[in-house]
T-cell receptor, first 114, second 114 residues
Framework: DAMVIQNPRYQVTQFGKPVTLSCSQT?????MYWYQQKSSQAPKLLFH???????NEADTPDNFQSRRPNTSFCFLDIRSPGLGDAAMYLC?????????????FGPGTRLTVT | GEDVEQSLFLSVREGDSSVINCTYT??????LYWYKQEPGAGLQLLTY???NMDMKQDQRLTVLLNKKDKHLSLRIADTQTGDSAIYFC??????????????WGLGTSLAVNP
């Protein structure tokens, strides 16, 4: 089945220690998104890639970076995680050609910062 | 989520219908979506509706759109305990292609009581 896969599902990192979360998709979608979701909140868009074009949200901290080496993979790098970065990180994809712009989500990675 | 509003909680009895409401502000929104999120999981696209439609039905789900009042609702018939989750309303906003984003409500937590 076509899907969005996120690894790992749970990640524990230490304060200030760089961490990378990964996302892959078999949907062949042009657009890949990274969201941060804290408890009882809506997802907050960090950035997205349209093909290789990177689009950063204005309020995304510099501590968050992303890489998309090919269509299938996208990575979220947190350079120096703080306690406030503990959250669920969600990857999503969409295909603008579909016209309806719906996004398909992975299961998320729960990040804990100790 | 300040432009998309939902009530935060809804409690229903198993077998009853649930109605989750949402209001949005951008009259130019072309698509509106309902997503379901179970505890610790990603977001599952339930259904979406194009802004020129009034209603869309998909098995137990009925979406009603009142474009004049900018009001969207999701009705779940014969609600089951497995329907207990957080339901997010979202609207699609922005230009075509790479600037299209989803604007999210805060989510409605649905509790289904046996």
């Amino acid at each position: 089945d076509a899907m969005v896969i996120q690894n790992p599902r749970y990640q524990v990192t230490q304060f200030g220690k760089p961490v990378t979360l990964s996302c892959s998709q078999t949907l062949n979608h042009n657009v890949m998104y990274w969201y941060q979701q804290k408890s009882s909140q809506a997802p907050k868009l960090l950035f997205h890639y349209y093909d290789k074009d990177f689009n950063n949200e204005a309020d995304t901290p510099d501590n968050f970076q992303s890489r998309r080496p090919n269509t299938s993979f996208c990575f979220l790098d947190i350079r120096s995680p703080g306690l406030g970065d503990a959250a669920m990180y969600l990857c999503a994809t969409s295909s603008p050609g579909a016209g309806s712009y719906e996004q398909y989500f992975g299961p998320g990675t729960r990040l804990t910062v100790t | 989520g300040e432009d998309v509003e939902q009530s935060l909680f809804l409690s229903v009895r198993e077998g009853d219908s649930s109605v989750i409401n949402c209001t949005y502000t951008d009259s130019s929104s072309t698509y509106l979506y309902w997503y379901k999120q179970e505890p610790g999981a990603g977001l599952q696209l339930l259904t979406y509706i194009f802004s020129n439609m009034d209603m869309k039905q998909d098995q137990r789900l009925t979406v009603l759109l009142n474009k004049k009042d900018k009001h969207l609702s999701l009705r779940i018939a014969d609600t089951q305990t497995g329907d207990s989750a957080i339901y997010f309303c979202a609207e699609s906003r922005g230009n075509a292609g790479n600037n299209r984003k989803l604007i999210w409500g805060l989510g409605t937590s649905l509790a289904v009581n046996p």
